[in-house]
């Protein structure tokens, strides 16, 4: 089981690793192709394509109690998730550093990287 699934290959995503690891929190980070990114301690990293029968399979193995989208591919590949994850009764959180939220992705929540820290927080300790 992992505790956090986090989509990207960003910046923010890199980012949320790092917390992760320092936090001593489970994550397993999926991009769609290998960036050679730093081992860190509880972080795990996986390529994939984003296909929806694979990331359905992952995601019932992992359990995770939260998925932060940080994948830089607005639109579709985010609205994917987001019906998954609905589908699945995962809580999901699409990372904007900015703030705004560019897919306008109905009922999903845009959230800034520092917000998504303590999301992060609170799904693992349970609050």
């Known amino acids: ?22 936090t ?48 830089d591919r607005h639109g579709t590949t985010s609205q994917n998730l987001a019906d998954l994850c609905t589908k699945l009764g995962l809580p999901y959180h699409r990372v904007d550093p900015s703030g705004h939220n560019p897919t306008m992705i109905p009922d999903s929540t845009s959230v800034t990287t520092e917000d998504a820290e303590q999301l992060i927080v609170r799904a693992v300790l349970g609050v």
């Open 1 to 22: 089981m992992t505790d956090v699934v986090i989509f990207g290959g960003t910046t923010a995503s890199r980012d949320l690793a790092e917390f992760c690891s320092r």
């Open 24 to 71: 001593w929190t489970s994550a397993l980070v999926v991009t769609e192709v290998d960036q050679g990114l730093p081992d860190l301690r509880g972080v795990t990293y996986q390529a994939v394509r984003f296909d929806d029968s694979f990331l359905t399979g992952l995601l019932t193995d992992q359990k995770p109690c939260l998925i932060v989208d940080a994948n």
